[in-house]
Each structure stands twice: as structure tokens, then as C-alpha cells.
């Protein structure tokens, strides 16, 4: 437990890491809540929510790994200064959602028969959990909650299945907000569905036998209607209220008081006129459909890149889980035997609790990588979900294998050089550099005042706008102006510096290695500051001499 403990406070420091991931982590949900929630501007909101009439994402799950955070900041914090806090809060907060899937490990870990602490700790050193599900992305929200249904389910961690009303009512909430996360729940959630129906199969004909009576088809439909209808009330219930959030926010929906039209933004008008609710015009949005038709269009999908279908089995599983990928595939091939053999021989006898419990994990993990597979654009991302299951089913390599002296050592190398790539070098200079630029455009209080700033960004990942907190975190004013400039040669950046000539200030954010091409393009610019280190995966010759993301002001007459 104190390996736990210590690997625990390691993801709380990690928050605080410099790494930048993946450009979905900013611009899916805090890029977008901070700047409904604090007036911010010169932020970027994705196709996803941009389109208005056809939104493929839904807004409350933004809300929830940084709306909340953020509407706790302004109610007690206010609007301070310091604008590191609109990056912070959200991953401490992820950082505590994070926990439920402690929570789920340590349940499952009894249902299937392994020590918790041993179980804690595999799981917990998992560069995924130290990093990943500390991060604002919907994939690890869409991963807590799958691991949510697997806990709640009311016969995997034990139940029998007699008393699943409260639990049906809190899995239909969930399988909802599951699907409205990310459209793609419904594959990792479709073996438990399968499960939970099967279990109620046996349940139901046990019942029946012990009273020596037979079990009709048409008995145990209606008993499995009954049985589901807490879940289906649940389900549509929370999908009611989703999506008329959704077609408030986006505008397709809106209610009239008086001749006033309101939108989300002024739910307390409406909350407080209930007798004006009658009065609501426009259509809905339902956001899971537009995600998925969008999906199903391979023009679309051009445009975010095309991949083999083999590319998240063979590598990108693989990326996530590392030497676990190996074993998951055996055991897979292990369960499949088993279960062939099983119905071959035509066998009744019942399976024990883990070995069910196994299996269900296992066919998580077939159904999300199979699915999934099925779309020719792959990240690895896409596979979080997977993660918790694959953990599960290996602890006992870790344990009881013959290997774990193999084992044991290759997985803590794999998840450190993991941790170190992701939470540290890859593009670590980028989101430091923006909170010292933040830092220092609010010190020059009386230079500033008024005048037009802009910021240039060579050869970085797009810049995560919000953290510069403009304009609410600044007590002056002034235009500000963010650039991605991509990585353009030496010459269209020094036409770019003299069309900016005369235009206020300018600061320049850019990597060594690419000031040491830019040739005469930023003779008399002053370097404002550097950070250490900075890996550009795409420039790997440049590391580690020249992994330096660099801040300059240029001289607007250069």
C-alpha cells in the first residue's frame, strides 16, 4: 500500500508536469468552458463545437472535467491575476475523478480474487493513470465511466442481481452521459450489456428451477423488461435532460419570456419562470448522431488522416500499455479456447465470479479493439478505456508468473520513459512559455496600456489560447493578437516580422534549433526567455543540444 500511496502523490506532481500531449487535451474542453465562464478572447473553439448547426460534441463533458473547476474558481477564488490556475484547476480535478478508477480497481481486484495493494499499485504505475487521466482529454472521461458501469453493473462485483432498481436508475444515467462523451461508449459498453443479460438468464432460471417450474421464452422477456426498466427510465431520463442542455448551448433550442428570447446562459430566468417553460421554440441537437454520421462519412475522416486497420492493435495498444499488450492477446486466445471448449462439450456447470469477471474484462477489451479497428482513423487515445481492463487481467503475471522477474522491470522502464516523453520533454516548452508570456505582459502594466501585442508561434503545437487569460486577467487594456505561424522557412518569417512592422509589440515564441536557421531573421531581436527541456518529435536530431523553446521581442523595426 505504500507503493500505492507514493505512486498516488507522484500523478498529483505530475499535474503540475510541463508536457503537452496532444492539442485535444486544451481545445476540446478548458479552450472552450473559460471562455464562456471568464469572457475570454483570442481562444480557439474546434469544428466539433464551432458548428452550430451540426455539433458533433456535446458540451457537457467539457463542463465537467473544467467547467466545474472553473465555476468553483470564479465563486470563491474570483478572477486573479494569475491565469496558471485556468491550467491547473481542471487536472486537479481530473486528478480526483481520477480516483474512481482506483476505487474500480480495488472492487474488481475482490471479484477477482487478487490482493487490492498489488492490484493498486500495477495499475497506479501505469503512465496512463500517473498522466493521462489527469488531463482534460474525453477520453479519459469516457474511460471512468466505462469503468464506472463495470462497478455498478449489478452482478459483476458480487450482486446477484435481485435488488438492481437504485443501481439501474444510476446505470442508465451513466451508459447516457457515456454515449453523449463519446459516441464510441456504446462499443466498450456492449459486452457488459451482453453479460448483464446472460446473468439475468441464470438468475431468472434458477429461480424457476428451485420452484420446479419451467422457464418460457416469453416469462423471461417480460422479467427482463422489468429488470430493465430502471436502466431504460434512467437512460432516457438523463438523455432527456443532455440533450436539451445541448440544444440551449448551441442554440437550436431556446425559450421565450415574454418577447425575450433566452438561451442556456440565462438559465436562471427560465428556472425561476416556470410557467414561461411552454413558451420554447427551435428543434434539438443531438450530438452523439452528428458525431457518428460524421464518423461514417470517409471524406470526413480524410481530413484527419487515414490509417491501417491494424495500426491500433499492432502499435497503438501497444503505445498504451506496453509488455501488457502481450499478455492481453494471450489470455484472449486463452479465453476463447476455454470458451469453445466449454460450449463444444455442451457443459452446464455454472463459472466461478472470477472467472466471469475475467471474461467480461476480456471482452471489453475484444469489443472496443474490434469496433474500433473497424475506422481507418486510429490514435491511441481512442483505446483509454481499454487500460483499467488490461491492468486487471495481468496483475497475476505480476505476481505469480514464472516471468514477473522480466516482467516486473521491463513494465517500470516502459511507464517511466513513457511518463518522461509525455509529462516532460515532448513539447515542454510550450505551455511555460505561455505562462511567462502571461506573466509578463501583466507586469508591463503602463507600457502596454493600449496598445496592439502580438504573438507569433513557430514549429509548436498549437498554442492552448485560454492560459493567457485574455483580457479578464489583466487590469489594463490592450489588443491581443496570437499567431501560429506552423513552420515557416527563414525567409516567409522575416517577410512575416516586416508585415508586422509597426504593429506594437511582438513577441516570438520558437524553438533553438529553428533560430539557428532563421539566418538574418531575427537580427536585433532580444531573447526574452528559454526553456529546458523542449523535444520536437518530429526534429529528433535536435535533442538534446538544441530542446530549447526560446521567447524573443522583436524589434517592430527589424
Known amino acids: 500500500m505504500k507503493l500505492y500511496v507514493a505512486l498516488l502523490l507522484l500523478r498529483l506532481a505530475l499535474v503540475f508536469s510541463s508536457g503537452y500531449i496532444h492539442p485535444d487535451e486544451f481545445f476540446q474542453s478548458p479552450e ?15 469544428w466539433e463545437f464551432a458548428d452550430k448547426q451540426n455539433p458533433c460534441r456535446s458540451i457537457v463533458p467539457p463542463y465537467l472535467n473544467s467547467g466545474i473547476p472553473f465555476l468553483l474558481s470564479k465563486l470563491f477564488l474570483g478572477e486573479s491575476n494569475y491565469a496558471g490556475w485556468l491550467l491547473y484547476l481542471p487536472r486537479i480535478w481530473m ?16 471479484s477477482l480474487n487478487l490482493s487490492s495493494s498489488q492490484t493498486l499499485a500495477v495499475v497506479s504505475s501505469s503512465w496512463i493513470f500517473l498522466l493521462f487521466l489527469t488531463r482534460t482529454f474525453s477520453n479519459s472521461l469516457e474511460a471512468i465511466l466505462v469503468t464506472l458501469v463495470l462497478v455498478i453493473d449489478p452482478f459483476l462485483v458480487g450482486g446477484d442481481g435481485s435488488k438492481s432498481g437504485v443501481r439501474g436508475w444510476w446505470l442508465g444515467f451513466i451508459i447516457s452521459l457515456g454515449i453523449f462523451t463519446r459516441f464510441t461508449f456504446t462499443f466498450f459498453f456492449f459486452p457488459i450489456g451482453i453479460y448483464i443479460i446472460l446473468r439475468h438468464y441464470t438468475f431468472v432460471q434458477t429461480s424457476y428451477t428451485k420452484r420446479n417450474k419451467t422457464l418460457s421464452w416469453h416469462q423471461f422477456i417480460a422479467s427482463l423488461i422489468k429488470f430493465l426498466l430502471p436502466t431504460l427510465f434512467g437512460f432516457l431520463l438523463a438523455s432527456s435532460v443532455l440533450i436539451i442542455i445541448d440544444s440551449l448551448y448551441f442554440g437550436s433550442l431556446y425559450f421565450l419570456i415574454g418577447e ?23 428543434k434539438i441537437t443531438l450530438t452523439p448522431l452528428n458525431s457518428l454520421l460524421y464518423n461514417l462519412d470517409p471524406k470526413n ?25 502481450l ?14 471448449r466449454l460450449f463444444s462439450y455442451n457443459s452446464r456447470h455454472s463459472l466461478p465470479q472470477t472467472l466471469i469477471t475475467k471474461f467480461t474484462l476480456l471482452g471489453v477489451i475484444f469489443s472496443g479493439l474490434a469496433f474500433l479497428s473497424l475506422s481507418p482513423h486510429q490514435e491511441p487515445r481512442f483505446l483509454i478505456p481499454l487500460v483499467l481492463p488490461s491492468l486487471l487481467v495481468s496483475v497475476p503475471h505480476f505476481t505469480g508468473s514464472k516471468y514477473k522477474k522480466i516482467l516486473i522491470p521491463v513494465w517500470f ?15 515542454g516548452g510550450l505551455v511555460p512559455s505561455l505562462l511567462k508570456l502571461q506573466d509578463t505582459l501583466q507586469q508591463q502594466n503602463d507600457p502596454l496600456a493600449n496598445q496592439h501585442v502580438t504573438i507569433l508561434f513557430h514549429t509548436t503545437y498549437m498554442p492552448p489560447r485560454f492560459i493567457l487569460g485574455y483580457p479578464s486577467f489583466y487590469s489594463f487594456p490592450f489588443e491581443l493578437e496570437l499567431q501560429d505561424l506552423g513552420s515557416p522557412s527563414s ?43 523542449h523535444l520536437i518529435t518530429e526534429d529528433f536530431s535536435s535533442f538534446p543540444n538544441d530542446a530549447e523553446l526560446q521567447v524573443y521581442k522583436i524589434d517592430n523595426k527589424t
Open 491 to 533: 525567409e516567409e518569417l522575416q517577410q512575416k516580422i516586416k508585415a508586422l512592422n509597426d504593429n506594437g509589440v511582438i513577441y516570438l515564441v520558437i524553438p533553438l534549433s529553428e533560430v539557428k536557421k532563421s539566418g538574418d531573421a531575427l537580427r536585433g531581436c532580444s531573447k526574452v526567455w528559454g526553456y529546458r527541456p
Open 301 to 325: 475522416l480524410e481530413l484527419h488522416g487515414l490509417h491501417p486497420r491494424w495500426l491500433h492493435i499492432a502499435v497503438n495498444f501497444p503505445i498504451l500499455v506496453g509488455p501488457i499488450a
Open 327 to 340: 499478455i492481453v492477446f494471450i489470455e484472449l486466445g486463452k479465453s476463447l479456447v476455454y470458451l469453445y
Open 413 to 427: 522502464l516502459f511507464n517511466l520513459s513513457m511518463t518522461i516523453l509525455w509529462g516532460v520533454l515532448h513539447q
Open 260 to 282: 425575450e428570447k433566452a438561451t442556456i446562459h440565462d438559465w436562471s430566468k427560465v428556472l425561476f419562470s416556470p410557467l414561461r417553460w411552454a413558451n420554447i421554440k427551435g
Open 95 to 110: 486528478f480526483l475523478f481520477s480516483l474512481v478508477m482506483d476505487w474500480a480497481a480495488f472492487k474488481l481486484s475482490k
Open 32 to 46: 472552450i468552458t473559460s471562455s464562456d465562464i471568464f469572457g475570454l478572447q483570442q481562444t480557439f473553439i474546434p
